[in-house]
């Protein structure tokens, strides 16, 4: 039996609910949500998968890393709606790349505090499909404020939604047990650990590049940033 799902059906009927299906896919961590088949699901392509894609990526500190254990990373992504691949120019991802510094580089670098609640913001005309793990709504609410700041956007709390286990610390405990692997003990791996991590380099994704455009990078690892 397959363990695929495909949902059908018009576009317009199916936006509002995809967000949450996924948040949902996030918490049964076992089924492949598959091919979203839309009326007309080219239509969709064309506005949606085609445009640029910002790309915002976080990383734990290593002092902050639990032993035994890798840095825990974060991304977020959005799509830059009001342009096309062949009308976006330097100039325009210049000024984005401006504004995240201004809104994620500061103060060393913004801090993300990932927790065990899944919060989605879903503004599919804007090119918003966030879906963030956080402490608190607080918490996620500021982070998504930022996200939207960037592209001078509005927050609608009703597109907000959370998605949260009715037993998290069963679901995903602080401390994860161990097993027996070969005759050692070993720890199995952490879902969603309360962590914080850092905002580290911005790029954007443009159909039809191989490589991501830099925008800016705060630890000046990654070279070639439009705004340093």
């Given amino acids: 039996m397959s363990d695929r799902i495909i949902l059908k059906g018009h576009t317009k009927l199916l936006k509002p609910v995809i967000t949450q299906i996924m948040a949902i896919h996030q918490l049964i961590e076992s089924k492949d949500i598959g091919t979203i088949y839309g009326e007309p699901s080219r239509e969709y392509q064309v506005r949606r998968k085609f445009k640029p894609q910002v790309e915002l990526f976080f990383k734990e500190d290593e002092e902050d890393v639990q032993v035994g254990y890798t840095p825990v990373e974060g991304k977020i992504t959005f799509r830059i709606m009001g342009e096309e691949t062949n009308t976006l120019s330097n100039a325009n991802l210049t000024t984005l790349a401006r504004k995240v510094k201004e809104v994620f580089g500061v103060d060393n670098g913004y801090i993300w505090r990932k927790g ?113």
């Fill in 116 to 228: 065990k609640e899944l919060y989605s913001y879903s503004d599919w005309d804007k090119g918003y499909q966030l879906q963030l793990l956080s402490r608190s709504e607080s918490n996620a609410r500021e982070l998504i404020l930022k996200v939207l700041s960037i592209q001078t956007d509005t927050f609608v709390l009703k597109n907000m939604q959370l998605c949260k286990n009715q037993d998290e610390l069963i679901k995903y405990p602080y401390e994860p047990p161990t097993q027996i692997i070969l005759g050692k003990s070993v720890k199995v791996p952490r879902y969603r650990p309360n962590v914080e991590v850092r905002f580290q380099y911005a790029a954007a994704h443009i159909h039809g590049l191989p490589n991501p455009k830099l925008l800016y990078s705060r630890t000046r690892n990654k070279k070639n940033a439009l705004v340093v």
